[in-house]
């Protein structure tokens, strides 16, 4: 029998709780052994809860514990999870951590002091929820040279953009009607500001590259400059606009950023909506293989943390170990090439071609030149905007648009 501890009863934490009680039996199945819950560290003593007796407030209790070998961090946030991680890793404790931010910004260091210890620091829960990522990508998808994850990441701003396509309304009032079904925080702007999926694909980049690239390093846009006619402008196209996060590798280039895209009807992810995640991973000998599920929420986070614990006791799996990416990895954004969505006001067509060439105008909003571009790096794009706003021109939107196959047709 594993004595096991969880840091955090929030929501993660008290789904963790629930899993390891509920499947307690198919857990021992899958682990070989029993997993027996001693401890949860929390601030609060929490009289209510079905797991009172089990609370204990100082990580002392569970570091010093010589019969706890494996410990699931649930608290969120840096400082104290950082610094209990830590902690347990030098005590020759394995950790498994939903927590993406402190992954993205910390892995590196965490991943070599487990390996320094001869424990494990596992974090399949940090990434797409209840789907599987972490560990195809390390282990069934390792012998591939990937190159490209691009994925919708984050479900909140999937579903406001489904719901400015679907019931033809703006962004406020998409991301009130997320707050008042608790898709959206009452502060969203780690969703809606791409923050969110930023830490997600650091994470999923460093498992497939083996270099972590900290999020501060990552370009990074949300989807509040996201106008309901600039959707309707994708439609028109046969796309869907969708928050992604994107980890590419072309040659010796590398480019890792979130942005929003037209995504074409070929493409798996535009058909993926509501609060649903959907990553598609490409590798030089399988080819495109797509995760699709619930990337959030108590169950289906749980379910990863518990899949951890169990590789965590039994020892399955490969014990990856990062490096600190270098000086030009990944490489500068401003060379990264794709075709472009542009709206303007105050230009005519002509003006329009001067700039940028061989366009594809598309209908757009009333008194808008709404046009796609050909292919142009985000340095020759930025220019040929500079210059039809010296020209009286006013960019109104900018989407890129997801290069699969041929340019989306109406």
């Known amino acids: 029998m594993a004595k096991i501890a969880i840091m955090g009863l929030g929501v993660v934490g008290g789904g963790t709780a629930d899993l390891l009680t509920e499947n307690r039996e198919k857990i021992r199945a899958a682990c070989g052994e029993y997993l027996d819950l001693k401890y949860i560290l929390d601030i609060r003593d929490m009289p209510e809860s079905p797991y009172r007796d089990l609370i204990v407030h100082d990580i002392a209790a569970i570091a010093d514990d010589p019969e706890v070998s494996v410990v699931a961090e649930t608290i969120g946030g840096v400082r104290h999870a950082y610094e209990h991680t830590v902690r347990l890793l ?200 797509v995760f699709y599920g619930r990337g959030a929420g108590a169950k289906a986070t749980a379910s990863a943390v518990v899949a951890d614990l169990c590789a965590a006791v039994s020892g399955a799996g490969p014990a990856p170990v990062w490096e600190a990416a270098e000086e030009g990895f990944p490489t500068e954004f401003g060379t990264f090439s794709c075709s472009r969505y542009l709206a303007f006001s105050g230009v005519d067509r002509n003006a329009v071609r001067v700039v940028f060439g061989d366009v594809e105008f598309i209908s757009g909003a009333e008194g808008e030149v709404a046009f796609l571009t050909p292919q142009q790096t985000e340095c020759e794009c930025a220019d040929g905007i500079a210059r039809l706003s010296v020209g009286g021109g006013q960019l109104l939107s900018m989407i890129r648009v997801y290069e699969v196959g041929e340019r989306p047709e109406a």
Do not use: W
């Open 90 to 289: 030098k005590a020759g404790k394995s950790v498994v951590s939903s927590n993406k931010q402190l992954v993205s910004e910390h892995g590196v260091e965490l991943l070599a002091l487990a390996k320094e210890h001869n424990c494990r620091y596992l974090f399949e829960a940090s990434t797409g929820g209840g789907i599987p990522l972490i560990g195809p990508l390390s282990r069934d998808l390792s012998h591939n040279e990937i190159t490209e994850i691009s994925g919708i990441l984050n479900g909140t701003t999937n579903y406001i953009l489904t719901r400015m396509r679907d019931g033809g309304v703006g962004f406020e009032t998409a991301l009130a009607e997320a707050q008042q079904k608790g898709y959206a925080e009452r502060d969203p702007s780690a969703d809606v500001e791409g923050t969110d999926a930023c830490r997600k694909i650091s994470v999923l980049a460093a498992t497939a590259f083996s270099k972590l690239i900290p999020p501060a390093k990552i370009h990074t846009e949300g989807i509040t400059a996201i106008r309901q006619s600039d959707v309707s402008a994708a439609a028109s196209v046969g796309a869907a606009v969708k928050l992604l996060g994107r980890a590419i590798r072309r040659g010796a280039e590398c480019f890792v950023f979130v942005a929003p895209f037209f995504v074409p009807k070929t493409s798996p992810l535009s058909h993926v909506d509501g609060v649903y995640n959907a990553i598609s991973v490409t590798g030089n000998y399988v080819g495109d293989v």
